[in-house]
């Protein structure tokens, strides 16, 4: 089994940065997908990024260039780095990842690949 413990969430005036983390604690094979997925009011969840153990990682288009994925191996953390905030930012964080794969899904994808997730962070983003 694999826990996945987010943290990192808050509120902040557009323009801000967060940071989140997610610490997994459990069994975690070394073939690996992490991802945070988000999900704000009233809107289906989406994928925001992803970091596969193989170094592979990619951004939603709508966050590209303001947030960055990174992992930290040797702490079994993923990292949400977010820069610039919108107010349409503003949704529950969810870190999310799956074991055995070669590559991540495709993040346009709505993340029923996904074996494990966590509680989910709040960001909330104020103009």
């Known amino acids: 089994q694999v826990q996945l413990v987010e943290s990192g969430g808050g509120s902040v005036q557009a323009g801000g940065s967060l940071r989140l983390s997610c610490a997994a604690s459990g069994y975690i094979h070394s073939r690996n997908c992490m991802a945070w997925f988000r999900q704000g009011p009233g809107k289906e969840r989406e994928g925001v990024a992803y970091s596969h153990s193989y170094g592979i990682t990619s951004v939603a288009e709508s966050v590209k260039g303001r947030f960055t994925i990174s992992r930290d191996a040797a702490k079994y953390t993923l990292y949400l780095q977010m820069s610039s905030l919108k107010p349409e930012d503003t949704a529950m964080y969810y870190c999310?990842?799956?074991?055995?794969?070669?590559?991540?899904?495709?993040?346009?994808?709505?993340?029923?690949?996904?074996?494990?997730w966590g509680q989910g962070t709040q960001v909330t983003v104020f103009s």
């Open positions: 999310a990842a799956v074991l055995y794969v070669d590559g991540c899904p495709p993040l346009r994808l709505p993340g029923h690949e996904y074996n494990y």
